[in-house]
Protein backbone atom coordinates (compact mmCIF):
# COMPACT_ATOMS: atom_id res chain seq x y z
CA UNK A 1 0.00 0.00 0.00
CA UNK A 2 1.06 3.72 -0.44
CA UNK A 3 1.32 4.26 3.24
CA UNK A 4 3.99 1.46 3.91
CA UNK A 5 6.58 3.71 3.26
CA UNK A 6 5.21 6.96 5.25
CA UNK A 7 6.72 8.18 8.12
CA UNK A 8 4.74 6.47 10.62
CA UNK A 9 2.99 8.00 13.79
CA UNK A 10 3.22 8.10 17.55
CA UNK A 11 1.78 5.05 18.28
CA UNK A 12 0.02 6.29 21.81
CA UNK A 13 -1.92 8.93 20.51
CA UNK A 14 -5.31 9.12 22.12
CA UNK A 15 -8.66 10.31 19.59
CA UNK A 16 -8.16 13.72 18.44
CA UNK A 17 -4.34 14.19 18.73
CA UNK A 18 -3.63 12.95 15.03
CA UNK A 19 -0.40 13.63 13.77
CA UNK A 20 1.85 13.86 16.65
CA UNK A 21 5.08 12.97 16.22
CA UNK A 22 6.61 11.18 19.53
CA UNK A 23 9.36 13.38 20.79
CA UNK A 24 9.81 12.90 24.56
CA UNK A 25 11.93 15.88 25.87
CA UNK A 26 13.07 17.44 28.99
CA UNK A 27 15.13 20.41 28.44
CA UNK A 28 13.04 22.88 26.31
CA UNK A 29 16.17 24.46 24.30
CA UNK A 30 18.99 22.70 22.98
CA UNK A 31 22.30 23.30 20.34
CA UNK A 32 24.34 21.22 18.85
CA UNK A 33 27.32 21.08 16.02
CA UNK A 34 28.02 17.85 14.81
CA UNK A 35 31.29 17.98 12.76
CA UNK A 36 32.09 14.75 10.24
CA UNK A 37 35.15 14.81 8.57
CA UNK A 38 34.29 13.28 4.61
CA UNK A 39 36.85 10.90 2.70
CA UNK A 40 36.36 13.39 -0.15
CA UNK A 41 38.86 15.42 2.42
CA UNK A 42 35.55 17.88 2.86
CA UNK A 43 34.30 19.43 5.87
CA UNK A 44 30.45 18.57 6.81
CA UNK A 45 29.14 20.76 9.69
CA UNK A 46 25.72 20.66 10.83
CA UNK A 47 23.42 23.29 13.06
CA UNK A 48 20.91 22.70 15.36
CA UNK A 49 18.64 24.43 17.62
CA UNK A 50 15.91 23.16 19.20
CA UNK A 51 13.31 25.22 21.01
CA UNK A 52 10.05 24.04 22.82
CA UNK A 53 6.95 26.23 23.78
CA UNK A 54 4.53 24.81 25.83
CA UNK A 55 1.11 25.87 24.84
CA UNK A 56 -1.92 24.24 23.14
CA UNK A 57 -3.58 26.12 20.42
CA UNK A 58 -6.16 23.67 19.78
CA UNK A 59 -7.06 24.79 23.72
CA UNK A 60 -6.31 28.00 23.46
CA UNK A 61 -7.89 31.26 21.83
CA UNK A 62 -5.24 33.68 22.32
CA UNK A 63 -1.17 33.34 23.19
CA UNK A 64 0.37 36.18 25.12
CA UNK A 65 3.16 34.34 26.36
CA UNK A 66 5.37 33.25 24.36
CA UNK A 67 8.80 32.91 26.70
CA UNK A 68 11.64 31.92 24.16
CA UNK A 69 9.54 31.15 21.57
CA UNK A 70 9.88 33.64 18.29
CA UNK A 71 6.43 35.57 18.70
CA UNK A 72 6.45 36.26 14.68
CA UNK A 73 6.20 32.26 13.96
CA UNK A 74 3.93 32.00 16.70
CA UNK A 75 1.28 34.87 15.56
CA UNK A 76 1.88 32.42 12.06
CA UNK A 77 1.03 29.33 13.79
CA UNK A 78 -1.79 30.84 15.96
CA UNK A 79 -3.80 33.05 12.82
CA UNK A 80 -3.26 30.72 9.77
CA UNK A 81 -3.97 27.39 11.71
CA UNK A 82 -1.06 25.73 11.32
CA UNK A 83 -0.41 21.99 12.33
CA UNK A 84 3.03 22.06 10.92
CA UNK A 85 5.76 24.23 9.17
CA UNK A 86 8.61 23.30 7.04
CA UNK A 87 10.70 25.84 5.37
CA UNK A 88 14.35 25.36 3.67
CA UNK A 89 16.93 27.46 1.94
CA UNK A 90 19.59 25.63 -0.15
CA UNK A 91 22.66 26.95 -2.43
CA UNK A 92 24.15 24.11 -4.04
CA UNK A 93 23.52 20.16 -4.44
CA UNK A 94 24.09 17.46 -1.62
CA UNK A 95 26.02 15.20 -3.45
CA UNK A 96 25.30 11.77 -1.66
CA UNK A 97 27.91 9.39 -3.28
CA UNK A 98 30.61 11.35 -2.28
CA UNK A 99 29.23 12.86 1.18
CA UNK A 100 26.84 9.69 2.57
CA UNK A 101 23.20 10.62 3.60
CA UNK A 102 22.45 14.60 5.21
CA UNK A 103 21.23 14.03 8.52
CA UNK A 104 18.18 16.36 7.27
CA UNK A 105 17.82 16.22 3.66
CA UNK A 106 16.61 19.50 1.33
CA UNK A 107 16.49 19.91 -2.57
CA UNK A 108 18.26 22.97 -3.99
CA UNK A 109 16.78 26.29 -3.82
CA UNK A 110 13.56 26.77 -1.60
CA UNK A 111 11.27 24.41 0.02
CA UNK A 112 8.51 25.58 1.74
CA UNK A 113 5.54 22.47 2.81
CA UNK A 114 2.77 23.29 5.51
CA UNK A 115 0.17 20.88 7.28
CA UNK A 116 -2.98 22.79 8.16
CA UNK A 117 -5.32 21.60 11.02
CA UNK A 118 -8.73 20.03 9.75
CA UNK A 119 -10.88 22.79 11.10
CA UNK A 120 -9.20 25.42 8.39
CA UNK A 121 -11.67 25.45 5.50
CA UNK A 122 -10.34 28.10 2.89
CA UNK A 123 -6.88 26.09 2.38
CA UNK A 124 -6.19 27.93 -0.62
CA UNK A 125 -6.65 31.13 0.43
CA UNK A 126 -4.85 30.76 3.86
CA UNK A 127 -1.71 29.32 1.80
CA UNK A 128 -1.21 32.00 -0.24
CA UNK A 129 -1.46 34.97 2.43
CA UNK A 130 1.12 32.63 4.75
CA UNK A 131 3.39 32.39 1.96
CA UNK A 132 3.23 36.18 1.71
CA UNK A 133 3.66 36.59 5.48
CA UNK A 134 6.69 33.87 5.46
CA UNK A 135 8.40 35.99 2.45
CA UNK A 136 8.43 39.50 4.87
CA UNK A 137 9.91 37.16 8.16
CA UNK A 138 12.67 35.21 6.29
CA UNK A 139 13.09 38.28 3.33
CA UNK A 140 12.59 35.87 0.31
CA UNK A 141 10.59 35.40 -2.32
CA UNK A 142 8.05 33.24 -1.05
CA UNK A 143 5.65 35.78 -2.26
CA UNK A 144 5.70 34.12 -6.02
CA UNK A 145 4.51 31.12 -4.99
CA UNK A 146 1.14 30.43 -6.27
CA UNK A 147 -0.84 27.57 -7.43
CA UNK A 148 1.25 27.18 -11.18
CA UNK A 149 3.74 25.76 -8.83
CA UNK A 150 1.95 24.40 -5.84
CA UNK A 151 0.58 20.39 -5.22
CA UNK A 152 -0.89 18.64 -2.87
CA UNK A 153 0.17 15.25 -2.75
CA UNK A 154 -2.18 12.73 -1.99
CA UNK A 155 0.49 9.88 -0.35
CA UNK A 156 4.06 11.86 -0.21
CA UNK A 157 4.33 13.95 2.64
CA UNK A 158 1.21 12.53 4.20
CA UNK A 159 2.04 12.66 8.03
CA UNK A 160 3.97 15.74 8.02
CA UNK A 161 1.82 18.06 5.47
CA UNK A 162 -0.44 18.40 2.56
CA UNK A 163 1.31 21.02 0.00
CA UNK A 164 4.43 20.69 -1.25
CA UNK A 165 6.27 23.37 -3.75
CA UNK A 166 9.87 23.48 -4.76
CA UNK A 167 10.58 26.93 -5.64
CA UNK A 168 14.23 28.05 -7.05
CA UNK A 169 15.68 30.76 -5.24
CA UNK A 170 19.04 32.00 -4.73
CA UNK A 171 19.97 32.08 -1.25
CA UNK A 172 21.78 35.03 0.15
CA UNK A 173 22.63 36.67 3.61
CA UNK A 174 19.55 38.66 3.84
CA UNK A 175 18.01 34.70 4.29
CA UNK A 176 20.47 34.27 7.20
CA UNK A 177 19.88 37.31 9.27
CA UNK A 178 16.14 36.74 9.82
CA UNK A 179 16.74 32.96 10.67
CA UNK A 180 19.76 34.13 13.32
CA UNK A 181 16.89 36.69 14.74
CA UNK A 182 14.63 33.53 15.72
CA UNK A 183 17.09 31.89 17.84
CA UNK A 184 17.00 32.27 21.90
CA UNK A 185 20.73 34.15 22.24
CA UNK A 186 20.49 35.29 18.45
CA UNK A 187 23.65 35.45 17.31
CA UNK A 188 25.30 36.91 20.48
CA UNK A 189 26.34 33.85 22.52
CA UNK A 190 26.54 29.86 22.05
CA UNK A 191 26.95 28.07 19.18
CA UNK A 192 25.45 30.86 16.60
CA UNK A 193 28.63 33.07 16.93
CA UNK A 194 29.83 30.89 14.74
CA UNK A 195 27.60 31.79 11.78
CA UNK A 196 29.74 34.33 9.41
CA UNK A 197 28.11 35.02 6.36
CA UNK A 198 31.29 35.49 4.65
CA UNK A 199 32.36 32.10 5.39
CA UNK A 200 29.00 29.95 5.35
CA UNK A 201 28.17 31.35 1.92
CA UNK A 202 31.21 30.35 0.63
CA UNK A 203 30.83 26.56 0.90
CA UNK A 204 30.64 23.97 -1.53
CA UNK A 205 27.02 23.05 0.14
CA UNK A 206 24.89 25.36 2.60
CA UNK A 207 21.06 24.78 3.71
CA UNK A 208 19.23 26.67 6.40
CA UNK A 209 15.56 25.39 7.32
CA UNK A 210 13.58 25.95 10.00
CA UNK A 211 10.61 23.16 11.65
CA UNK A 212 7.38 23.76 13.54
CA UNK A 213 5.51 20.36 14.57
CA UNK A 214 3.41 19.58 18.12
CA UNK A 215 5.62 16.77 19.74
CA UNK A 216 4.62 14.67 22.90
CA UNK A 217 5.89 15.55 26.34
CA UNK A 218 5.61 12.35 27.71
CA UNK A 219 5.07 8.68 26.84
CA UNK A 220 1.39 8.70 27.12
CA UNK A 221 1.16 12.03 24.89
CA UNK A 222 -1.34 13.52 27.00
CA UNK A 223 -0.13 16.83 26.57
CA UNK A 224 1.65 18.05 23.60
CA UNK A 225 4.68 20.94 22.81
CA UNK A 226 5.25 23.43 19.49
CA UNK A 227 8.71 22.02 18.53
CA UNK A 228 10.85 24.76 16.45
CA UNK A 229 13.40 23.32 15.59
CA UNK A 230 16.53 25.77 13.43
CA UNK A 231 18.83 23.61 11.40
CA UNK A 232 21.96 24.71 9.16
CA UNK A 233 24.03 22.05 6.71
CA UNK A 234 27.37 23.07 5.70
CA UNK A 235 30.08 21.55 4.05
CA UNK A 236 32.96 23.22 3.86
CA UNK A 237 35.82 22.97 0.89
CA UNK A 238 39.08 23.94 2.27
CA UNK A 239 41.37 23.18 -0.25
CA UNK A 240 39.18 25.66 -2.69
CA UNK A 241 38.93 28.02 0.05
CA UNK A 242 42.35 28.06 -0.06
CA UNK A 243 43.01 26.78 3.49
CA UNK A 244 44.33 23.30 2.60
CA UNK A 245 43.02 20.06 3.87
CA UNK A 246 46.46 19.10 5.98
CA UNK A 247 45.14 20.90 9.16
CA UNK A 248 41.88 22.77 10.17
CA UNK A 249 39.49 24.32 13.39
CA UNK A 250 36.88 25.82 14.19
CA UNK A 251 38.66 29.53 13.38
CA UNK A 252 39.67 28.33 9.89
CA UNK A 253 36.25 27.05 8.70
CA UNK A 254 33.53 30.18 10.38
CA UNK A 255 36.30 33.12 12.07
CA UNK A 256 35.42 33.21 14.62
CA UNK A 257 35.66 31.26 17.47
CA UNK A 258 32.77 30.62 20.82
CA UNK A 259 33.35 32.88 23.74
CA UNK A 260 30.41 31.91 25.77
CA UNK A 261 27.52 29.94 26.17
CA UNK A 262 24.00 30.33 25.01
CA UNK A 263 22.60 31.18 28.67
CA UNK A 264 19.03 29.53 28.29
CA UNK A 265 20.37 26.63 26.48
CA UNK A 266 19.81 23.22 28.95
CA UNK A 267 22.53 21.54 26.37
CA UNK A 268 24.96 22.54 24.47
CA UNK A 269 27.37 20.19 22.57
CA UNK A 270 30.08 19.59 20.21
CA UNK A 271 30.09 16.30 18.03
CA UNK A 272 32.59 15.08 16.44
CA UNK A 273 32.46 11.63 14.39
CA UNK A 274 34.93 9.29 14.77
CA UNK A 275 33.43 6.15 13.54
CA UNK A 276 36.04 6.05 10.36
CA UNK A 277 39.11 7.00 12.69
CA UNK A 278 38.81 4.77 15.96
CA UNK A 279 42.77 4.21 16.10
CA UNK A 280 43.50 7.88 14.80
CA UNK A 281 44.96 6.88 11.60
CA UNK A 282 43.20 9.67 9.18
CA UNK A 283 43.50 12.55 11.84
CA UNK A 284 43.64 13.15 15.47
CA UNK A 285 41.91 15.97 18.11
CA UNK A 286 43.93 18.38 19.70
CA UNK A 287 43.31 18.55 22.56
CA UNK A 288 41.01 15.14 22.89
CA UNK A 289 38.22 14.56 24.89
CA UNK A 290 37.22 11.90 26.99
CA UNK A 291 33.40 11.98 26.65
CA UNK A 292 32.47 9.55 24.04
CA UNK A 293 28.73 8.89 22.62
CA UNK A 294 27.41 6.34 20.41
CA UNK A 295 23.91 6.83 18.42
CA UNK A 296 22.27 5.40 15.55
CA UNK A 297 22.45 7.52 12.87
CA UNK A 298 20.60 6.84 9.37
CA UNK A 299 21.13 3.07 10.08
CA UNK A 300 24.35 3.31 11.42
CA UNK A 301 26.23 2.97 14.83
CA UNK A 302 28.28 6.17 14.75
CA UNK A 303 30.53 7.26 17.28
CA UNK A 304 31.36 11.06 17.75
CA UNK A 305 33.71 12.74 20.28
CA UNK A 306 31.73 15.28 22.34
CA UNK A 307 32.68 18.48 23.59
CA UNK A 308 30.36 19.86 26.56
CA UNK A 309 29.92 23.76 26.30
CA UNK A 310 27.67 23.57 29.55
CA UNK A 311 30.83 22.67 31.36
CA UNK A 312 33.40 25.67 32.39
CA UNK A 313 36.08 24.20 32.49
CA UNK A 314 35.72 22.02 28.96
CA UNK A 315 34.20 25.19 26.97
CA UNK A 316 37.55 27.15 28.21
CA UNK A 317 40.23 24.78 27.62
CA UNK A 318 39.18 22.77 24.49
CA UNK A 319 36.70 24.36 23.03
CA UNK A 320 38.46 27.72 21.50
CA UNK A 321 41.69 25.31 20.67
CA UNK A 322 40.10 22.45 18.50
CA UNK A 323 42.24 21.63 15.53
CA UNK A 324 41.82 18.23 13.92
CA UNK A 325 44.56 18.05 11.07
CA UNK A 326 43.67 15.95 8.65
CA UNK A 327 45.87 13.46 6.95
CA UNK A 328 44.20 11.06 4.72
CA UNK A 329 46.27 8.33 2.75
CA UNK A 330 45.06 7.52 -0.99
CA UNK A 331 44.30 4.11 -0.12
CA UNK A 332 41.48 5.64 2.72
CA UNK A 333 38.80 3.48 3.41
CA UNK A 334 36.09 3.81 0.84
CA UNK A 335 32.97 5.41 1.89
CA UNK A 336 29.91 3.12 1.78
CA UNK A 337 27.34 3.50 -0.51
CA UNK A 338 23.97 4.44 0.87
CA UNK A 339 21.43 1.87 0.10
CA UNK A 340 19.03 4.72 -1.60
CA UNK A 341 20.32 7.06 -4.11
CA UNK A 342 18.77 8.31 -7.02
CA UNK A 343 19.31 10.40 -10.05
CA UNK A 344 17.43 12.80 -12.84
CA UNK A 345 18.07 13.79 -16.49
CA UNK A 346 16.73 15.36 -19.28
CA UNK A 347 17.12 13.18 -22.66
CA UNK A 348 16.34 13.99 -26.63
CA UNK A 349 17.23 16.68 -28.65
CA UNK A 350 15.93 19.54 -30.49
CA UNK A 351 13.09 22.30 -28.75
CA UNK A 352 10.10 20.10 -29.27
CA UNK A 353 10.21 16.91 -27.63
CA UNK A 354 12.03 14.94 -24.72
CA UNK A 355 12.41 12.18 -22.34
CA UNK A 356 12.91 12.82 -18.03
CA UNK A 357 14.65 9.55 -16.92
CA UNK A 358 14.58 9.29 -13.01
CA UNK A 359 17.13 6.42 -11.84
CA UNK A 360 17.02 5.08 -8.60
CA UNK A 361 19.33 3.22 -7.01
CA UNK A 362 18.66 -0.24 -4.39
CA UNK A 363 22.61 -0.85 -3.24
CA UNK A 364 21.33 -3.53 -0.32
CA UNK A 365 22.89 -6.55 -1.22
CA UNK A 366 19.52 -8.86 -0.62
CA UNK A 367 16.93 -7.07 0.51
CA UNK A 368 14.13 -5.15 -1.60
CA UNK A 369 11.88 -2.45 -0.23
CA UNK A 370 9.19 0.35 -1.77
CA UNK A 371 10.13 3.72 -2.60
CA UNK A 372 7.48 6.51 -3.08
CA UNK A 373 8.06 9.03 -6.05
CA UNK A 374 6.76 12.21 -5.90
CA UNK A 375 7.12 14.26 -9.29
CA UNK A 376 6.31 17.42 -10.01
CA UNK A 377 6.07 18.81 -13.33
CA UNK A 378 5.64 22.65 -14.84
CA UNK A 379 2.20 22.46 -16.96
CA UNK A 380 4.72 24.25 -19.63
CA UNK A 381 6.15 20.60 -19.83
CA UNK A 382 3.45 18.66 -21.38
CA UNK A 383 3.43 15.04 -20.18
CA UNK A 384 2.65 12.12 -22.38
CA UNK A 385 1.67 9.84 -19.35
CA UNK A 386 0.64 7.03 -21.72
CA UNK A 387 4.89 6.76 -22.19
CA UNK A 388 5.59 6.05 -18.81
CA UNK A 389 7.92 2.87 -18.53
CA UNK A 390 9.31 1.24 -15.55
CA UNK A 391 11.74 -0.93 -15.53
CA UNK A 392 14.30 -2.66 -13.25
CA UNK A 393 17.38 -4.84 -14.48
CA UNK A 394 15.88 -4.37 -18.11
CA UNK A 395 12.61 -6.15 -17.18
CA UNK A 396 9.14 -3.75 -16.58
CA UNK A 397 8.47 -3.10 -12.97
CA UNK A 398 4.65 -2.55 -12.66
CA UNK A 399 4.02 0.27 -9.93
CA UNK A 400 1.78 -1.22 -7.21
CA UNK A 401 0.19 2.36 -6.73
CA UNK A 402 -0.37 5.49 -9.62
CA UNK A 403 -1.80 8.52 -8.80
CA UNK A 404 -1.93 10.89 -11.80
CA UNK A 405 -3.10 14.68 -11.59
CA UNK A 406 -2.99 16.69 -15.04
CA UNK A 407 -1.38 19.94 -15.39
CA UNK A 408 -3.65 22.95 -16.52
CA UNK A 409 -1.76 26.00 -18.55
CA UNK A 410 -0.75 28.47 -16.31
CA UNK A 411 -3.14 26.81 -13.26
CA UNK A 412 -1.42 24.04 -11.90
CA UNK A 413 1.40 21.33 -12.90
CA UNK A 414 1.76 18.02 -13.55
CA UNK A 415 1.79 15.53 -10.25
CA UNK A 416 2.62 12.22 -10.52
CA UNK A 417 3.14 9.70 -7.45
CA UNK A 418 3.68 5.96 -7.69
CA UNK A 419 4.87 3.28 -5.42
CA UNK A 420 7.22 1.15 -6.79
CA UNK A 421 9.05 -1.89 -5.35
CA UNK A 422 13.13 -1.93 -6.16
CA UNK A 423 14.76 -5.34 -5.94
CA UNK A 424 17.89 -5.45 -4.31
CA UNK A 425 21.62 -4.72 -6.01
CA UNK A 426 19.32 -3.13 -9.04
CA UNK A 427 18.63 0.31 -10.77
CA UNK A 428 15.14 1.05 -11.60
CA UNK A 429 14.40 3.70 -14.26
CA UNK A 430 11.60 5.66 -14.95
CA UNK A 431 11.14 7.13 -17.98
CA UNK A 432 8.24 9.88 -19.29
CA UNK A 433 8.24 11.61 -22.81
CA UNK A 434 7.49 15.12 -22.84
CA UNK A 435 6.44 18.60 -25.12
CA UNK A 436 7.80 21.72 -25.03
CA UNK A 437 5.34 24.14 -24.88
CA UNK A 438 5.27 27.83 -26.30
CA UNK A 439 5.54 30.67 -24.01
CA UNK A 440 3.65 34.07 -24.15
CA UNK A 441 6.54 36.43 -24.90
CA UNK A 442 5.29 38.33 -21.44
CA UNK A 443 5.96 34.70 -19.87
CA UNK A 444 10.06 34.15 -19.85
CA UNK A 445 12.45 35.03 -17.80
CA UNK A 446 15.24 38.36 -18.07
CA UNK A 447 17.69 35.39 -19.09
CA UNK A 448 15.30 33.06 -21.41
CA UNK A 449 18.31 31.27 -23.55
CA UNK A 450 19.39 30.13 -20.07
CA UNK A 451 17.00 27.53 -19.49
CA UNK A 452 14.03 26.95 -16.96
CA UNK A 453 14.58 24.90 -13.93
CA UNK A 454 12.14 22.39 -13.21
CA UNK A 455 11.98 21.05 -9.22
CA UNK A 456 14.24 18.09 -7.92
CA UNK A 457 12.45 14.67 -7.33
CA UNK A 458 11.15 13.69 -3.94
CA UNK A 459 11.90 9.88 -3.35
CA UNK A 460 10.34 8.45 0.32
CA UNK A 461 11.31 5.06 2.00
CA UNK A 462 11.91 2.98 4.94
CA UNK A 463 15.22 1.70 3.98
CA UNK A 464 16.50 -1.82 6.21
CA UNK A 465 19.00 -0.97 8.54
CA UNK A 466 22.39 -1.93 9.25
CA UNK A 467 22.14 -2.28 12.59
CA UNK A 468 18.68 -2.39 14.91
CA UNK A 469 16.92 0.97 15.34
CA UNK A 470 16.02 2.20 19.16
CA UNK A 471 12.28 2.94 19.28
CA UNK A 472 12.25 4.11 22.32
CA UNK A 473 12.22 7.34 22.66
CA UNK A 474 15.55 8.39 24.67
CA UNK A 475 15.76 11.71 27.09
CA UNK A 476 19.30 12.40 26.19
CA UNK A 477 19.24 11.33 22.42
CA UNK A 478 21.19 13.93 20.35
CA UNK A 479 19.05 16.07 17.49
CA UNK A 480 20.45 14.61 14.81
CA UNK A 481 19.30 11.44 15.28
CA UNK A 482 15.64 11.95 16.29
CA UNK A 483 13.98 14.07 13.56
CA UNK A 484 12.73 10.95 11.96
CA UNK A 485 11.22 8.68 14.64
CA UNK A 486 10.26 5.11 13.46
CA UNK A 487 8.32 2.06 15.20
CA UNK A 488 10.16 -0.38 12.78
CA UNK A 489 13.72 -1.18 14.58
CA UNK A 490 14.32 -3.20 11.04
CA UNK A 491 14.26 0.28 8.91
CA UNK A 492 14.90 3.67 8.87
CA UNK A 493 13.10 6.76 7.25
CA UNK A 494 14.90 8.09 4.37
CA UNK A 495 13.53 11.07 2.05
CA UNK A 496 16.28 11.63 -1.01
CA UNK A 497 15.82 14.71 -3.52
CA UNK A 498 17.07 14.35 -6.83
CA UNK A 499 19.34 16.87 -9.08
CA UNK A 500 16.90 20.12 -10.87
CA UNK A 501 16.34 20.14 -14.24
CA UNK A 502 17.61 22.73 -16.05
CA UNK A 503 15.29 22.60 -19.61
CA UNK A 504 15.49 24.81 -22.50
CA UNK A 505 12.05 26.12 -24.06
CA UNK A 506 11.38 27.70 -27.62
CA UNK A 507 13.00 30.69 -27.15
CA UNK A 508 11.94 33.60 -29.82
CA UNK A 509 13.60 35.94 -31.35
CA UNK A 510 13.32 39.01 -28.51
CA UNK A 511 15.36 41.36 -30.88
CA UNK A 512 12.08 41.78 -33.13
CA UNK A 513 9.70 43.43 -30.95
CA UNK A 514 12.69 46.01 -30.77
CA UNK A 515 12.44 46.24 -34.40
CA UNK A 516 9.03 46.86 -34.27
CA UNK A 517 8.94 49.76 -31.60
CA UNK A 518 12.02 51.60 -33.60
CA UNK A 519 10.29 51.03 -36.79
CA UNK A 520 6.92 51.97 -35.23
CA UNK A 521 8.13 55.32 -33.81
CA UNK A 522 9.63 56.19 -36.85
CA UNK A 523 6.23 56.37 -38.90
CA UNK A 524 4.61 57.64 -35.67
CA UNK A 525 7.45 60.47 -36.06
CA UNK A 526 7.22 61.07 -39.73
CA UNK A 527 3.68 60.93 -40.46
CA UNK A 528 2.35 62.38 -37.05
CA UNK A 529 4.90 65.58 -37.14
CA UNK A 530 3.75 66.28 -41.30
CA UNK A 531 0.41 66.26 -40.13
CA UNK A 532 0.82 68.36 -37.08
CA UNK A 533 2.96 70.85 -39.15
CA UNK A 534 -0.06 71.07 -41.70
CA UNK A 535 -2.59 71.47 -39.38
CA UNK A 536 -1.06 74.33 -37.02
CA UNK A 537 1.04 75.72 -39.28
CA UNK A 538 -0.42 79.40 -40.17
CA UNK A 539 0.65 80.67 -44.08
CA UNK A 540 1.30 83.67 -44.90
CA UNK A 541 2.37 85.86 -48.64
CA UNK A 542 5.84 88.35 -47.70
CA UNK A 543 7.28 90.48 -51.08
CA UNK A 544 10.66 89.54 -52.12
CA UNK A 545 13.16 91.92 -50.57
CA UNK A 546 13.85 94.82 -53.02
CA UNK A 547 16.71 94.79 -54.72
CA UNK A 548 20.80 96.55 -53.56
CA UNK A 549 20.08 99.51 -56.30
CA UNK A 550 16.75 99.99 -55.20
CA UNK A 551 17.49 99.95 -51.80
CA UNK A 552 19.66 102.80 -51.95
CA UNK A 553 17.67 104.77 -54.51
CA UNK A 554 14.69 104.65 -51.71
CA UNK A 555 17.83 105.75 -49.12
CA UNK A 556 18.58 108.87 -51.11
CA UNK A 557 15.05 109.85 -52.05
CA UNK A 558 14.36 109.71 -48.42
CA UNK A 559 17.04 112.02 -47.58
CA UNK A 560 15.44 114.02 -50.24
CA UNK A 561 12.05 113.88 -48.96
CA UNK A 562 10.83 112.39 -52.47
CA UNK A 563 8.34 109.35 -51.90
CA UNK A 564 10.12 105.59 -52.49
CA UNK A 565 9.54 103.87 -55.03
Same mark, same amino acid.
Given at each position: EANAVIIPQCSHIPPGRRGCLMETTVSPNKEELVIRPLHSGDIYTSFQFRTLWETDF?????????????KSLGQVISK?? @??????????????TMQWGQPYLPSPPGAELWVWFQDSLTDVDGTWKELTNVLSGIFCASLNFIDSTNTVQPSASFKPLGIGNVTDHQIVCTENLTPWKKLL???????LAVLLKSEKLFHSSFHSQAVHIRPVCKDDQCKTTSWELRQTLNVVFDLHNSGQGKNEWSLFKMFSRTLTEACPVASSSKIYIDITDNSQGEQFELSPATPLLSQAVVLGDRRTFSVYDLTQQITFGTICNVLKLPVTY???????????????????G????????????????????????????? %?WYLRLYIHTLTVTSKGKDNKPSYIHYQPSKDRVRPHLLEMLVQLPPNSVTEVTLQFERALLKWTEYTPDPNHGFYVGSSVI?? +???????????????? %?????????????????? @????? =? +? @????? %??????????????? @???????? +???? =???SFQIEEPSPGLAKRIANIIRKMRGVPPL
Open positions: TRENKVSHYRLFPFS @VRELHISFTQGYWRPCGSKAGSAHAGDMLRPLLHAERYVAYGLQTGEIHTLMYNNHPYRSFPVLLLDSV %PSS +LVPSIVAMDTNNSRER %PLFSSFFPSKEESSYFVR @VYTEP =L +L @VNLPT %PDFSMPYNVICLTCT @VVAVGYGS +LYNL =LTR
